[in-house]
């Protein structure tokens, strides 16, 4: 069976940077894209940044220049580097894979920017 277990966010001020992880199990992973969404409060989960199997990364305006996703097939994972953090990117955050009509996701994790 299909699980993603994402590691715990945190509270950063901004400028900081966080890394966020998500462990995949019960899949071939290098199959499937990869994909870290955010929700803010009071708004849709939207996509933060996602990358194809072999394909080149590709990020939403928000998180372009600070954001980083990568991925290590062997250790069946995806991790999201963000630096300088901004008050806007507080939010809960969701790793996601997807194969074509299969597409699983993490638990969500919460990451807070404030002074």
């Known amino acids: 069976q299909a699980q993603l277990v994402q590691s715990e966010g945190g509270l950063v001020q901004p400028g900081g940077s966080l890394r966020l992880s998500c462990a995949a199990s019960g899949i071939t992973f290098s199959r499937y894209s990869v994909a870290w969404y955010r929700q803010a409060p009071g708004k849709q989960r939207e996509l933060v940044a996602a990358a194809r199997p072999g394909g080149i990364p590709n990020y939403e305006d928000s998180g372009k220049g600070r954001f980083t996703i990568s991925r290590d097939n062997a250790k069946k994972a995806v991790d999201l580097q963000m630096d300088n953090l901004k008050p806007e990117d507080t939010g809960v955050y969701y790793c996601?894979?997807?194969?074509?009509?299969?597409?699983?996701w993490g638990e969500g994790t919460q990451v807070g920017v404030s002074s």
């Open positions: 996601n894979v997807q194969l074509l009509v299969k597409a699983y």
